[in-house]
């Protein structure tokens, strides 16, 4: 357990700093933009309680950590519907058939959204992404059949992966490649 003013400390001089780029990253995470400074709030908080049980070896890493996690967590709850009001939709003739409907529009929203973002994608990930996540091949035969190396295979997975769950998430839904990442992480410290 980290004492009080130790804690308080190691928030001031190296979580508040981080301020400008937390709210950056949580305006192009998120659609409302009402909810900004309520979620960068919820964020501080969970890593100030977080960090109760020890100091993070790299602060800017947790922190953008945690809030990665938080707004996930938020986008999830915010598909869940509460049990009473199924309980109240329940209890309507037409009910099943209401959940049915919208169930669909549902998917066929979360299909034309998963498309858009295959879309941005280059060619070549979209053509291994396709091979491994919906047609199911395996790394290795993925490989094989594209002639190309089973590292190449998994990097290039890895990076449409991220790029589709920027774009599920609100954002650009662009590939990063890890020397301009470290290029834009260095200029925005």
Do not use: C
């Amino acid at each position: 357990m980290i004492e009080q003013d130790k804690l308080d400390e190691w928030f001031r001089r190296e979580v508040l700093p981080l301020e400008r780029s937390l709210t950056h990253f949580v305006r192009r995470n998120w659609r409302v933009d009402d909810d900004v400074m309520d979620l960068t709030h919820d964020i501080y908080e969970l890593a100030y309680s977080g960090a109760r049980t020890g100091l993070p070896a790299n602060t800017r890493n947790y922190v953008f950590t945690v809030a990665r996690n938080h707004l996930i967590n938020r986008a999830k709850r915010a598909r869940i519907v509460s049990f009473e009001l199924v309980a109240d939709l329940e209890t309507l003739d037409r009910g099943a058939d209401l959940f049915d409907t919208e169930r669909h529009l549902m998917a066929r929203d979360a299909i034309r959204h998963v498309q858009a973002g295959f879309e941005k994608l280059t060619p070549r990930v979209r053509e291994i992404l396709w091979l491994r996540k919906v047609e199911g091949l395996n790394v290795r035969e993925t490989a094989d059949r594209l002639g190309i190396g089973r590292d190449a295979v998994n990097h290039q997975v890895m990076m449409g992966m991220k790029a589709l769950a920027d774009h599920m998430l609100g954002g650009a839904g662009q590939i990063v490649r890890r020397r301009y990442a470290a290029r834009r992480n260095r200029s925005e410290s």
